[in-house]
């Protein structure tokens, strides 16, 4: 195998993770750094053609290609594995700037407490109150060591929204319920579409506390501290599955590749697939990939980077035997409690195909432990919105109010005109606690492109999701009343973990961080405890998901990360904690 | 060599509609030409009548409005079957299959291709049947996954781009006042709120400038 020339540190994944790691590393060190990516070099001005929803949308041009690689999925152990034959439940994208480029760009932080989730439950409702087979645990890092962090990365991505609450004083029509902030959001909130109006005058009008979703589709022109200028949103409804054409929707290949492209000591490698990382020693010596020209070669480096989504980066630590001696490599697999969880259908059109992914109003007076949990039949929670992303007719046609059966010929097409633009979603974001019975491993039947054993998902849902589910979609549902709605569908309730529905692409866990090797792949700076070269980031970290969307976290848990490489690592290499 | 296959289309009732040559360089039709021979990419003209019949029942042109049949929907389902979709470019492939529960999705060997070329054999002869008797037929087939494939096809060429072959002069999204792409919605966004605001429909092609191309043409 060809050995190509040492470097010092190599990325594998050149998507927001990967990319920021980069740009901390090769701006502020010397180092050499080389990123390899998986799929293609992609820029700006590629994505006007993008405005297709058969190709982009349906088709999934901007996802890794799933006739290569998938995953097998099973609800217990007691199931047989099947492959996830095409795209379902979540999209992982390939191509510089990875899924980075085609998401919506909700940004959220984190509460304080679910940083501490196991410590915090304990002592509010007790040991006992913990579900049965539950893998719980505090992340070995607390939110007010991630702020400045979160603060960075939303200057960098120049997130719009309104703060609720700016270094402990709440300030109405933000998120009163968040943790305390710094800083008031780099931009104002974005515009509000009609749908978004209409639940937030409804979720006043009960007591609620709407305010605009924090937005990556950044409101207005932004010049971020890195000096890198973005333009305003224009809202033409194409961010989520698609690239922005106009690069306000911040995107690794908008806000993080122009300053990289000036760096002599970075180089980009588009369509390298890393087989292996190797580790002999305690120490990582490189990964073996197939490169551009399809040739298999090994890549020595000083430090290696794992910035490959949280299943990539899962998978390739146990194809790599890398060692985990107590056995945590693969746990704590949760995705997100993602329903619609009222279907709105209104009197008046809503003229939907205006929007962007993260143009909209959401609710956290059900999130986390903001309510007291005493008397309901789960713990945790997270947060009631609505996105007016861009309503896409292939999608969308079809969606039927309760009242109507037909599913084709006259009858149908007649009802579904006339819902066609009436129809809203109040969706729910919840959070998915962990449980052991929830794990990922190697499949021993199907293999990848290369004779590589897929990665398998044993995944359920389990009662305290299903009873959270329940609870947030009766509050859904009285929110659409108050919106006046002529017909309502609620969600009919979660039943068993189905692959074949888009939920969100907020997978986390694997190689999870924590305070000790005993219960965690990781330390609290994404350094394995195994080898301290090696670094494993993204959101595969998380012990278990907190309702919100991850990319913030995953940002801020990178900066951290790359603080203490800088400066401490690098002069004196060991471990960090 | 194999035979061609083309499906005539009327002038009049397609008219502006950009359809392709035999060697695929596009070609607008206006409404004063003759009538149009289609060339066909993977259906034989009979399959071809077949299904037109079967999807301009499943979202007919009747009072609340033109449908399959005007927008050309077989001609979408055609060259999707012909390209990379057809073959299952987009799904994994490898064996073995086995059947699965429904919530780890299709776990067929069937092709869409394989779905349609099989599927359409019990719909035979339904052009030549009339629409009463078409929906009977379709009745009988309705929980097959040849019906579910061909139902979600309809939906995807009532409303795709005009480069993919349905939706011939945009009428689909004139039905649903759906303005295609755009470049910018920011004075209106917050603006007309209750209304409908409906801005005339635009290609892909004409806000772009030039010809996309678009997955169907792919390897």
């Known amino acids: ?577 | 060599m194999k035979r061609r296959h083309f499906l005539t289309l009327s002038a009049a009732s397609v008219g502006g509609a950009l359809v392709y040559t035999l060697d695929r360089r596009p070609y607008v039709v206006s409404a004063q030409d003759k009538p149009v021979r289609v060339p066909l990419r993977f259906f034989t003209e009979t399959e071809a009548l077949d299904v037109a019949a079967a999807v301009a029942r499943i979202f007919p042109s009747d009072e609340s409005g033109p449908g399959a049949n005007e927008a050309g929907v077989v001609v979408y389902v055609d060259r999707q079957l012909a390209g990379p979709y057809g073959r299952d470019r987009y799904r994994y492939t490898q064996g073995p299959f086995e059947s699965g529960i429904p919530e780890q999705g299709y776990q067929g060997k069937a092709t869409p291709r394989e779905i349609y070329r099989e599927g359409v054999k019990k719909i035979a002869g339904l052009s030549k049947l009339a629409p009463v008797e078409q929906d009977a037929a379709l009745k009988q087939i309705e929980t097959t996954s040849f019906f579910t494939l061909m139902r979600t096809h309809t939906i995807e060429g009532m409303f795709c781009d005009p480069m993919h072959g349905g939706n011939i002069g945009m009428i689909g999204w004139q039905l649903i006042g759906f303005p295609g792409p755009r470049m910018t919605y920011f004075e209106d966004v917050d603006s007309h709120y209750g209304n409908p605001f409906r801005p005339k429909p635009q290609s892909l092609r004409q806000v772009v400038g030039r010809p996309v191309k678009p997955s169907e043409d792919e390897a």
């Open chain 1, 1 to 577: 195998m060809k050995r190509l020339p040492e470097v010092d540190a190599v990325i594998v994944g050149g998507g927001w993770t990967g990319l920021l790691m980069a740009h901390q590393l090769a701006s502020r060190t010397s180092m050499s750094v080389v990123v390899l990516e998986r799929g293609a070099p992609r820029k700006t001005r590629d994505y006007l053609d993008t405005m297709d929803e058969l190709d982009y949308a349906i088709r999934l041009r901007m996802m890794q290609d799933i006739s290569k690689e998938t995953v097998t999925f099973r609800h217990s152990e007691r199931g047989r594995a099947l492959p996830v034959r095409q795209y379902g439940s979540f999209l992982p994208g390939a191509g510089v700037g990875g899924a980075g480029e085609h998401w919506s760009g909700i940004s959220y932080r984190y509460v304080p407490d679910s940083f501490d989730l196991l410590t915090k439950t304990k002592e509010k409702y007790g040991a006992k109150r913990l579900p049965e087979d539950h893998a719980i645990q505090d992340w070995g890092v607390s939110y007010a060591e991630l702020e400045p962090h979160y603060t960075r990365t939303e200057r960098l991505m120049g997130i719009s929204g309104k703060a609720g609450n700016l270094n402990g004083k709440l300030i109405e029509g933000g998120n009163i319920f968040e943790g305390p902030r710094s800083e008031e959001y780099p931009t104002p909130p974005m515009k509000m579409p009609y749908l978004a109006a209409l639940f937030r005058d409804a979720s006043k009008s009960l007591g609620y506390h709407p305010y605009p979703l924090p937005a990556a589709t950044t409101s207005q022109p932004y010049t971020n501290p890195d000096g890198v200028s973005r333009a305003g949103c224009s809202y033409c409804g194409y961010c989520e599955r698609y690239g922005c054409m106009i690069g306000a929707k911040s995107q690794p290949t908008n806000t993080l590749i122009p300053l990289l492209a000036k760096r002599k000591n970075f180089t980009l490698r588009p369509g390298c697939w890393v087989r292996r990382v190797t580790v002999e020693g305690g120490q990582a010596r490189g990964v073996t990939c197939i490169d551009a020209s399809g040739e298999e070669v090994f890549q020595p480096a000083g430090i290696v980077f794992l910035a490959s989504w949280t299943l990539n980066n899962t998978r390739l630590l146990m194809l790599s035997k890398v060692p985990d001696p107590h056995q945590n490599l693969g746990r704590n697999l949760t995705h997100q409690i993602s329903i619609p969880a009222a279907t709105v259908f209104t009197e008046k059109p809503l003229n939907r195909f205006m929007g962007a992914g993260s143009a909209g109003i959401a609710m956290n007076d059900f999130d986390a432990d903001v309510f007291d949990h005493s008397n309901v039949p789960f713990l945790r929670g997270g947060h009631i919105y609505t996105v007016c992303y861009g309503f896409r007719p292939m999608a969308n046609f079809g969606v039927m109010p309760p009242s109507r059966k037909a599913q084709w010929g006259s009858a149908w097409k007649k009802a579904a005109l006339d819902a066609y633009d009436r129809t809203g979603r109040i969706s729910f974001y919840g959070e998915h606690l962990a449980y052991k019975g929830n794990f990922m491993d190697l499949d021993p039947v199907y293999k990848d492109a290369q004779g590589d054993p897929l990665l398998r998902l044993t995944l359920d849902w389990r009662d305290n999701e299903r009873n959270m589910a329940k609870f947030m979609a009766e509050k859904a549902t009285g929110i659409a009343r108050a919106m006046g709605a002529r017909e309502i569908t609620p969600f009919p309730g979660l039943k068993s973990y189905d692959a074949t529905r888009y939920q969100s692409t907020h997978i986390q866990g694997g190689a999870i961080m924590g305070a000790s090797p005993a219960t965690s792949v990781v330390n609290s700076y994404l350094q394995h405890w195994s080898a301290n070269n090696l670094f494993v980031i993204g959101s595969s970290a998380f012990p278990q998901n907190p309702s919100g969307n991850p990319t913030l976290t995953a940002m801020a848990l990178t900066y951290r990360a790359a603080d203490a490489i800088v400066e401490r690592y690098v002069k004196k290499p060991g471990s960090l904690v």
